[in-house]
């Protein structure tokens, strides 16, 4: 089965900072580096390092041809990205030593996706196949309602946060990721818990703690805590984390075991700088000595 991820694309540019900018502060970097990335892209090479086939959807200006070349050398089908007259999206990212991040965002062509794109896009997905959303593109209602009326699987992950943009989607949903200051804010948009949401499955993702799944058909809910490592740099993992659960459960995994590989993968990331360019392959994840 395939996975369609309607997704941003980003050129990420990564400076190492001593602490995080404050207000009116102007802050000397100490290194800088250029990377692939956008929450889309990310999980894109996240679910095909994780053996996933993988159908990126998305939008890019004439200076983002690097990124579909390299979308396409890890292994991702490009075929669905359009070249448009915007300007490729970017990410200004400030990395501080503990790891913590900063990030200010352009959309640029992430906002350029058009209906006929979307359309003929997902004309070719099988029932079956899953569909997965973020916040960084437009689109994303039209997208969810189209794969819902075609039988995918239909996965938000709600970052950027934005409970307004939660709560267009929420109705076509079987699956939802978020993080756990995401959920309280989701919670006080719209007066329920995880364990409440119409969304067979949730995951609230909790940083170095780890991970909660919660089964709203059953009522269960099962803690995964996470592996023990030195976090040098935090951006892209819940990306990480994302794409490699996503490609568990297109392969047919159970979800602890989807959860379990994912938690390995996003381990390793934390301890790597940089984004889509880092994220691990699955002979990492399972050799891995964590
Ligand atoms: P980000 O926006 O930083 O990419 P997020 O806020 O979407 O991440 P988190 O909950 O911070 O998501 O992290 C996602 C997953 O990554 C966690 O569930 C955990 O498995 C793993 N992870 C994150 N931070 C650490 C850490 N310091 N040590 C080990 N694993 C971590
Ligand atoms: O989640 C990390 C991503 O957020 C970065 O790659 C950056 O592009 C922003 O979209």
Not at 195 to 212: E, F
Request: with cysteine.
């Amino acid at each position: 089965m395939a996975i369609w991820n309607l997704g941003s694309i980003n050129a990420d540019m990564v400076y190492a900072v001593p602490h995080l900018p404050g207000p009116g502060e102007t802050l000397a970097a100490t290194e800088f580096s250029q990377f692939l990335g956008g929450k889309g892209a990310n999980m894109s090479v996240a679910a095909a390092r994780a053996g996933a086939h993988v159908c990126h959807i998305g939008a890019v200006g004439a200076d983002g041809r690097w990124a579909v070349e390299r979308l396409t050398e890890y292994g991702v089908d490009t075929r669905q990205i359009a070249e448009v007259s915007a300007p490729t999206g970017h990410a200004i990212i400030a990395v501080e030593a503990s790891g913590e991040n900063q990030i200010i965002l352009l959309a640029g062509a992430n906002h350029a996706i058009t209906q006929d794109q979307l359309g003929q896009a997902l004309s070719q997905a099988g029932a079956g196949d899953t569909l997965v959303l973020q916040n960084e593109t437009n689109a994303q209602v039209d997208a969810a309602k189209m794969g819902r009326d075609l039988g995918l699987k239909v996965c938000y992950a709600a970052a950027p946060f934005d409970a307004e943009a939660v709560r267009a989607v929420l109705p076509y949903l079987d699956f939802l990721i978020l993080n756990e200051v995401e959920a309280a804010q989701l919670q006080e948009a719209t007066g329920m818990a995880p364990a409440s949401l119409p969304v067979a499955q949730v995951i609230v993702t909790l940083g170095s703690k780890g991970a909660r799944l919660f089964d709203t058909n059953t009522g269960k809910q099962q803690d995964f805590p996470a592996f023990k490592v030195k976090a040098v740099d935090t951006t892209g993992a819940g990306d990480t984390f994302t794409g490699y659960v996503l490609a568990g459960m297109d392969r047919g995994l159970p979800m602890p075991q989807a959860i379990g590989q994912a938690m390995r993968a996003a381990a390793i990331m934390v301890t790597r700088h940089g984004t889509a360019d880092v994220i691990p392959d699955l002979k990492d994840v399972q050799d891995a000595i964590l």
